[in-house]
């Protein structure tokens, strides 16, 4: 047998998805997580799976995960000691940024915290042109004496930036090489290598963040392959990247701010997927867990890619999908601010103390408690009856903090906790959609995480959306994501020029040089010849623009006739951004993009048999529930999703429950299961 496993670790549980290749059974599990060491979690649930289900550690096949480990160090501050070493006279570059506030109306707003501490920025005399020549050239001796001055302060890694690596990295690869003469057993990045793209202030601050975050890194994915290996599994384990792919334990240790939004882009990755089942290519992804929930847009079924994000207020230029992260989940905590308002996170409960309906220590009321006392979650236990639930602690939490400081009512104080999270959840789905040109009711909401089932359809009431989808394990679908991700590099290079056929010779040669690269990564992660792939863009802008929009190019070479497609193209795009397009201005390419992809081997899942006249199971018990909007319970029917057969059809109101998760069907939306063990939730009347 042959086993293939991914893995997702979240705030509160830490999900398993296991596929058997010979079989074409797939499964899953959850435990909770282990916030002070994410691998305690990952490898007490293997141990689990491989007790419970007979299977040979040497039977795996194939391990990937999911981590937050780099995501809570940004949060948590908890990053390496990191020296900036860059050109003399721009050492204060992280502090200058834009020149503009994180917030314009918002005065006291504060600057993002330093990552760079006291003392820890140094200079060195050296100057490269914009054309690439050496103005002033490298002092070595100098360099010598800055690095072992970095060494006594006690740096554990160096971050080295200087101007104009990205056309001629020369003086960067020489601090390096000094570096780890000098000071070998330091961290080092420097900007060439990571992101060799203009933009002085966005490079600097890649290559601190990746600084900052490689030591810490370094140490868990050395101690993560330690830990499975000790288990006895022979594979080398992956990890998710930002890009929704996956990358070898080695690049990992080198670009760690690959992984900054490593779990979530998982959840886009299998919801693609799933959309591609079901035939839908126009998608919205409300990925919920215990902590946070993470909304992207997957347009003609491609998820969105951004060349640069803010992650904790710095940029970071590395390919990421566009996902928007707001603290709402499960465990977010409900509160009563000082204007007697009700809050509904960002602050949450976690796996530790969790919330109070849990019964371990958790005291304060959460979205989970409200869920519970107003019907929609069960009552006694979740998790398929693993987990004992209390209602009692999540009155009291809910009285004890809300009701007493409002003189509300217990229920109506729940329903106000759900519906100020549906409310937070509904503004970030319009950031990704309606902001950004979009009309929010030609997608199709994909629902999913351990929460998301439960607030799906109130959410796409409000705006306007008719159809839901709810993958078969909604609670798992990042670690399911895990399972269905390539490889991928994504490669790029600076080079301002004209997009005129007298530079076809130029452009053509930073492909080739992209090419050669990316093909040697391939080779380092051993993808076969016949399974590697080559996607070529560029970012390109009208002369005396300053912002660039990206346009893709087929694998071939650039030619004559590809260069003027892509122009017409970069017009169309203008056009639909900017609302114009000048066809006599001329156009500069700006950035050059290569994504070097190796086709990892995936779980088939095969459709079965579709029996229309599928009878509603019977119900499992009978429940009062208490919808947003309504004044009165109502008694709903509670199924188990293991009773329904392809086919099924059932109307709200309706509870539908499983081990992942809890589908709630409001009044006048009705639930059917595809062949694929979907659930695809429709609104009276469809797509409105």
């Known amino acids: 047998m042959s086993y293939m496993i991914g893995v997702d670790v979240g705030g509160t549980f830490t999900d398993f998805s296991v596929f058997n290749t010979e079989t074409g059974k797939l499964f899953h599990f959850k435990r909770s997580s282990t916030p002070a060491d994410p691998s305690e979690a990952i490898v007490k649930g293997i141990e689990i799976i491989l007790k419970e289900n007979a299977i040979k550690p040497e039977e795996i096949s194939y391990l990937a995960h999911g981590t937050t480990v780099a995501t809570n160090a940004l949060i948590e501050k908890h990053g390496a000691k990191v020296a900036l070493l860059t050109t003399a006279g721009f050492k204060d570059l992280m502090e200058i940024g834009w020149q503009k506030r994180p917030s314009l109306y918002d005065l006291l707003k504060p600057k993002p915290q330093s990552l760079i501490g006291p003392g820890m920025k140094f200079e060195v005399n050296e100057r490269i042109l914009y054309d690439g020549t050496v103005k002033t050239p490298l002092n070595e001796e100098e360099v010598v004496d800055v690095v072992l001055r970095i060494k006594a302060s006690g740096a554990e890694s160096i971050a080295v930036c200087t101007i104009f690596s990205f056309i001629n990295p020369s003086h960067e690869k020489k601090i390096k090489s000094i570096i780890e003469r000098e000071f070998p057993e330091a961290y080092v990045t420097i900007s060439s290598e990571l992101v060799p793209e203009f933009r002085e202030f966005s490079r600097m601050s890649t290559t601190v963040l990746n600084a900052y975050l490689g030591p810490l890194m370094k140490r868990y994915v050395k101690k993560f392959e330690k830990t499975i290996r000790d288990v006895g599994i022979t594979v080398s384990p992956y990890v998710t990247q930002s890009n929704g792919s996956i990358i070898s334990i080695k690049e990992t240790e080198d670009c760690p701010i690959r992984t900054a939004v490593s779990g979530p882009s998982a959840g886009v990755v299998g919801a693609t997927y799933i959309g591609k089942q079901c035939g839908v290519d126009k998608i919205i992804s409300l990925d919920i867990g215990g902590t946070s929930a993470d909304i992207s847009l997957i347009e003609n079924g491609v998820s969105t890619l951004s060349s640069e994000r803010l992650v904790e207020g710095y940029p970071a230029r590395i390919p990421m999908l566009d996902i928007v992260t707001i603290g709402a989940g499960g465990g977010s905590l409900a509160r009563i601010d000082a204007g007697g308002v009700m809050k509904v996170g960002p602050k949450s409960a976690g796996a530790n103390p969790g919330p109070a309906c849990y019964g371990v220590g958790g005291i304060e009321p959460t979205v989970t408690d409200a869920n519970i006392l107003l019907g929609k979650l069960n009552q006694k236990k979740i998790l398929g009856g ?286 059917h299961l595809d062949g694929y063990f979907n659930l695809r939730v429709e609104h009276e009347g469809g797509q409105r």
């Open 386 to 671: 693993r987990m004992a639930v209390y209602p009692e602690r999540a009155e009291k939490a809910i009285r004890d903090y809300i009701c007493s400081k409002t003189g509300i009512g217990l229920y109506e104080a729940a329903n106000g906790i759900i519906s100020v999270i549906n409310s937070n959840m509904i503004r970030a789905i319009r950031v990704v959609s309606v902001e950004r040109g979009y009309d929010v009711r030609d997608f199709s909401l994909m629902a999913f995480g351990g929460a998301g089932p439960l607030h799906a359809c109130e959410v796409a009431n409000e705006l306007g959306i008719g159809i839901i989808i709810i993958p078969p394990s909604p609670g798992t679908l990042c670690s399911l994501g895990l399972l269905m991700a390539d490889t991928k590099f994504d490669l790029s290079r600076s080079n301002i020029m004209l997009a005129k056929k007298e530079n076809l010779e130029a452009i053509n040669g930073i492909f080739d040089s992209m090419l050669a690269e990316g093909t040697g990564l391939l080779d380092k992660e051993r993808v076969p010849p016949e399974r590697r792939s080559f996607v070529r863009a560029i970012d390109a802008r009208y002369e005396h623009q300053n912002y660039e929009i990206t346009v893709s190019l087929p694998g071939s070479p650039m030619t004559e006739e590809v260069l003027r497609d892509a122009i017409e193209a970069f017009h169309k795009e203008h056009d639909k951004n900017y609302g114009y397009f000048d066809r006599d201005k001329n156009i500069q390419i700006v950035n050059y993009k290569l994504s070097a992809i190796g086709d990892i081997d995936k779980p088939d899942m095969h459709e079965v048999s579709v029996d229309k006249s599928a009878p509603v199971p019977r119900p499992i018990e009978t429940r009062k529930v208490l919808f947003q909007g309504a004044q009165e319970f109502v008694d709903c029917n509670i199924y188990d999703k293991a009773d329904m057969k392809p086919g099924c059809t059932i109307a709200g109101p309706a509870v539908i429950e499983q081990m992942d998760t809890t589908i709630v069907i409001t009044p006048e939306w009705t639930a």
